[in-house]
């Protein structure tokens, strides 16, 4: 697409926008009197309005029938985690025994590295990104530990090629081949949180298993940032968070995606709890523990009601939006934004893009590499109005999301910048 930098063009591509209509369903924060101009989505979404009537229903419920709301009304709580199993499986690309939502994104991580790291001598290895987000960086270390290895000889980072920004898929891939037979768990963000690049999980599913390891993925900064395929790209599993782009509230609630594979294996280990037990006998309250089958089996409580109410609000306009058409928009917006950032640091050259300029490998975020003034340039964006997202020591991050932020929003932010 020809971009301009103008008003008219912004507001000609909003007039057109086939989902212009979902940004009212969003609150906006407010700065004198006028909405932000909000691209930090990548952090945590907007609050969509039907939220607060979810909210109110569940606390209605609870008031009308106390302990039994478990099994009466519209959404008993029994079940409510099967309310959310088909937009769930839609948003991930798999099968809705596939995925489950529950707990948080660590806590579920931990869980599936129970199953999936499975550490034995000589096969020890993890294989994870350099730079990945800490949290990921502390429970692999915990892991790795709990079984008795040292950090730096059982995980094995991948970094960028000097003076590179962002990881070649076939450096991936080569250090996963050159592991090889040491490797048990290959472990990569769906995108990078810092640069914001996408990686071909389908490639470095089918390299790990080539060498006999097993591959999950966090994907916190993917989901329903860009259709994904997991149970096409054959992944063991994946976990993600529901607060970025998802919308679902701050702590909002983890998803877990299992490959049926595994999910049919009721002798594959894991941490076990009540809700994870076989339904048809979880009142019966025996000894014994009988998994579930499916993502289902992995589950420990039962669910948590008010932030499940809100994720299913987030999700009842993801699936009616659809993936594929946000992902369209998102290119469009994103390329847009591509445009006005380096319109804006012509005159004045203050950062460069850290993002890969392929569409295809990168989601919503463009990520900017800032001159030494960069933290002031942040803090002035933010008195006027612009929210966007601060990463040490040097990284802007803006996330312009399809679903709420406009064209028109990216000309004003470089206005803002200019």
């Known amino acids: 697409m020809h971009y301009e930098n103008t008003l008219a063009f912004a507001q000609n591509l909003d007039a057109h926008d086939p989902l212009r209509a979902y940004r009212e369903q969003f609150v906006f924060p407010q700065h004198k009197g006028q909405p932000v101009l909000y691209f930090c989505g990548n952090s945590l979404g907007l609050q969509p309005k039907t939220v607060r009537q979810a909210l109110l229903a569940e606390l ?7 302990v039994e709301g478990h099994f009466r009304g519209e959404l008993p709580w029994m079940h409510y985690h099967k309310f959310l199993t088909a937009q769930t499986a839609r948003l991930v690309g798999a099968l809705p025994h596939e995925v489950v939502v529950m707990n948080t994104l660590t806590v579920n991580l931990h869980l599936m590295m129970v199953s999936f790291y499975r550490p034995a001598p000589g096969r020890y290895k993890i294989i994870m990104e350099a730079g990945a987000f800490p949290s990921d960086q502390y429970a692999v270390e915990s892991q790795v530990r709990w079984h008795g290895f040292e950090p730096g000889d059982a995980i094995v980072e991948v970094a960028p090629r000097p003076g590179e920004d962002t990881l070649r898929t076939e450096d991936i891939l080569a250090v996963i081949e050159k592991q090889g037979k040491n490797t048990a768990l290959v472990l990569f963000a769906g995108v990078n949180y810092y640069t914001g690049q996408f990686y071909d999980l389908g490639a470095i ?3 790990a298993h080539a060498a006999g390891a097993y591959a999950g993925f966090d994907l916190a900064h993917a989901a329903g940032n860009l259709p ?5 790209w054959n992944a063991d599993f994946a976990v993600w968070c529901s607060y970025k782009y998802l919308n679902s509230g701050p702590g909002g609630p983890s ?5 049926e594979r595994h999910g049919q294996n009721p002798a594959l280990p894991r941490f076990a709890g009540w809700w994870g037990h076989d339904e048809s006998e ?4 025996r000894k014994g523990f009988k998994p579930m089958t499916g993502a289902g089996g992995w589950q420990l409580s039962n669910a948590q009601i008010f932030s499940f109410a809100a994720h299913k609000a987030s999700l009842d306009i993801f699936d009616a939006a659809g993936m594929e058409t946000l992902r369209e928009k998102s290119l469009r917006l994103t390329g847009f934004l591509e445009f006005i950032l380096e319109e804006a640091n012509r005159k004045k050259h203050r950062f460069r893009l ?6 295809q490998a990168r989601g919503c975020q463009l990520s900017a590499c800032t001159d030494a003034g960069g933290k002031a340039l942040f803090d002035q964006l933010m008195e006027n109005g612009v929210i966007a997202d601060w990463r040490e020591p040097n990284v802007i991050r803006f996330a312009p999301a399809p679903l709420y932020n406009s064209y028109e929003d990216v000309w004003r932010l470089g206005e803002a910048l200019r």
Request: charged share 25%; no cysteine.
């Open 354 to 359: 850290i993002t890969p300029r392929d569409a």
């Open 60 to 66: 209605d419920h609870w008031a009308e029938y106390g």
């Open 282 to 285: 979880r009142f019966l309250m």
């Open 228 to 232: 994904l395929r997991l149970h096409d």
């Open 205 to 207: 599913t089918a390299a």
């Open 255 to 259: 998803g877990a995606f299992v490959h």
